[in-house]
């Protein structure tokens, strides 16, 4: 026989849960017909859903609604944590001007339990991307979606279209889980970084696709505890470290893995990459593992000479230490001659570099390696022949 204790928890608890709070847009003037500013209706659902001590979930059902920037602060919240289930499409002004001057369109701050599931976000970003292109006078963009200073975050079931500027960005957090995401932006688009990953830790990113113009994952300063596994990139700039060194005080980078990631028609494939000029960060502890390479221009790159525009660098020579990297099981096609290259620092070598059944090839022959300044080992399998 159950005790009265127990009895009294249990229908405590029924009764936590069956008071729950659900909000829908809908009840507040939201309209889903794409044309219709939605912006005050979502800001007033937050403002409920900070108010509340119970258990809230705002709904945002099947249609397109209109949405300006908007940002999503709980530092007043009674409750840290809120769900969002989005069915339909939040939508960005046609005009670029309206949202492009902001550092995000959507924007979360100072939460912890934050679940967002499902939805289509569409930044319309394609006229600004044109802009830039003609050279004019162009703001810079926004970033779709942000997470900012939270903690136990899930992101899952999220399309990201034609972001101004990167698609999500992940800043200062801790306890990141982001799975099944799609992100779509023309591979010509510019700055369209499909993840980004900066300051954060215990972040992964499982069972996502991602096609854009820049980075598919990009993994910057102070990232310690990145897991990223079933990612299907292409086209894009690969997953890259970095750029690392752009301040002369930094924070590093360690303990990423890459698993099982097919990279198509890329620009890299796996990559490391940091500015030539003087800095205390570091890479270390770094995996890349099972990927395959589908005519990639670059499938393995270890860069530390990277100076665009040659400005504020020329001359000088990357002090980021790179060091326990390990390429294990790499294949594929590479579409230059090049598929193995470590251009490391002459002031900072490479150490701990290894290469472990790497099987590259450029127009069904061997690939070439090409190694500066990188030290390791090698095991089982390589094509190209190793260079460390």
């Known amino acids: 026989m159950s005790s009265p204790v127990l009895i009294i928890l249990l229908l405590l608890l029924s009764i936590s849960l069956s008071s729950a709070q659900t909000y829908n847009i809908l009840s507040y003037g939201a309209k889903p017909d794409g044309k219709t500013d939605s912006t005050k209706a979502l800001t007033?659902?937050?403002?409920?859903?900070?108010?509340?001590?119970?258990?809230?979930?705002?709904?945002?059902?099947?249609?397109?609604?209109?949405?300006?920037?908007?940002?999503?602060?709980?530092?007043?919240?009674?409750?840290?944590?809120?769900?969002?289930r989005i069915q339909g499409t939040l939508v960005a002004p046609s005009d670029y001007r309206v949202i492009g001057n902001g550092n995000y369109w959507i924007f979360f701050q100072h939460l912890d339990g934050l679940s967002v599931y499902g939805g289509v976000l569409d930044a319309q970003g394609a006229s600004l991307w044109s802009c830039k292109k003609s050279g004019q006078n162009c703001p810079s963009g926004a970033t779709s979606i942000g997470f900012q200073s939270s903690s136990n975050v899930v992101i899952s079931g999220l399309t990201s279209?034609?972001?101004?500027?990167?698609?999500?960005?992940?800043?200062?957090?801790?306890?990141?889980?982001?799975?099944?995401?799609?992100?779509?932006?023309d591979g010509n688009s510019p700055n369209t970084d499909g993840i980004h990953v900066?300051?954060?830790?215990?972040?992964?990113?499982?069972?996502?696709?991602?096609?854009?113009?820049?980075?598919?994952?990009?993994i910057g300063p102070g990232t310690n505890g990145l897991w990223i596994e079933n990612v299907a990139c292409g086209?894009?700039?690969?997953?890259?470290?970095?750029s690392l060194g752009k301040e002369s005080v930094e924070a590093g980078v360690q303990n990423v893995t890459v698993k099982t990631a097919t990279f198509t028609g890329t620009e890299n494939g796996v990559r490391i990459k940091s500015w030539a000029r003087p800095s205390n960060g570091f890479a270390k502890n770094i995996r890349f593992q099972r990927c395959v390479m589908n005519n990639v221009q670059n499938p393995i790159v270890i860069d530390q000479n990277y100076c665009p525009g040659n400005e504020n660098c020329p001359n000088q020579v990357s002090g980021i230490k790179i060091s326990d990297v390990m390429f294990f099981d790499i294949h594929g096609t590479s579409a230059?001659?090049?598929?193995?290259?470590?251009?490391?620092?002459?002031?900072?070598?490479?150490?701990?570099?290894?290469?472990?059944?790497?099987?590259?090839?450029?127009?069904?022959?061997?690939?070439?390696?090409?190694?500066?300044?990188?030290?390791?080992?090698?095991?089982?399998?390589?094509?190209?022949?190793?260079?460390?």
């Open 198 to 218: 900066q300051s954060s830790s215990t972040v992964s990113i499982l069972n996502s696709k991602i096609s854009t113009g820049d980075d598919c994952v990009s």
């Open 44 to 84: 007033a659902v937050w403002a409920k859903a900070c108010a509340s001590v119970k258990p809230v979930t705002i709904s945002i059902p099947k249609g397109r609604f209109l949405l300006r920037s908007i940002v999503f602060d709980g530092a007043k919240c009674k409750r840290k944590s809120v769900t969002f």
């Open 336 to 388: 230059t001659q090049v598929g193995v290259k470590f251009d490391c620092s002459s002031k900072k070598p490479c150490t701990g570099i290894r290469l472990q059944d790497v099987k590259l090839t450029y127009q069904n022959k061997p690939a070439m390696a090409d190694c500066s300044h990188a030290g390791g080992t090698e095991a089982g399998f390589q094509q190209p022949n190793s260079c460390l």
């Open 235 to 242: 086209p894009g700039h690969g997953i890259s470290i970095g």
């Open 161 to 185: 279209l034609n972001s101004q500027m990167f698609h999500v960005v992940i800043n200062g957090c801790r306890n990141v889980n982001i799975q099944g995401v799609k992100v779509s932006a």
